[in-house]
Nanobody, 126 residues
């Protein structure tokens, strides 16, 4: 069992940056693919970014590509997403997720992930 706890959310003005962290406990994150998702009010949960077990491969949603960077520190059992040039449309609850690698090899669907954090609120104002 893996417990995931997100932190780093808050209220920021458009154009500024935030760094979200996802700390794991219960077992090592090393075997897991990791992802960040977000859910805005009235919308479905959507993929933001994903990273492979060793950090060698990263994947991003088109809406945030070039502004967000996902990374991981397996020694610290933590995953990060650096969010730059934030926009009001980035406002959402952000969730961290861990998934055992699957034959599909994809990162984009919530079905690829087995463990989820409780989320952290990010609000971007004009």
């Amino acid at each position: 069992q893996v417990q995931l706890v997100e932190s780093g959310g808050g209220l920021v003005q458009a154009g500024n940056s935030l760094r979200l962290s996802c700390a794991a406990s219960g077992r090592s994150l090393s075997p897991f693919n990791m992802g960040w998702f977000r859910q805005a009010p009235g919308k479905e949960r959507e993929f933001v970014a994903g990273i492979s077990r060793n950090g060698g491969n990263t994947f991003y949603a088109d809406s945030i590509k070039g502004r967000f960077t996902i990374s991981r520190d397996n020694a610290k059992n933590t995953v990060f997403v650096e969010m730059n040039r934030l926009k009001p449309e980035d406002t959402a609850v952000y969730y961290c997720a861990a998934g055992w690698p699957r034959l599909s090899g994809t990162f984009y669907s919530h079905n690829e992930y087995d463990y989820w954090g409780q989320g952290t609120q990010v609000t971007v104002s004009l």
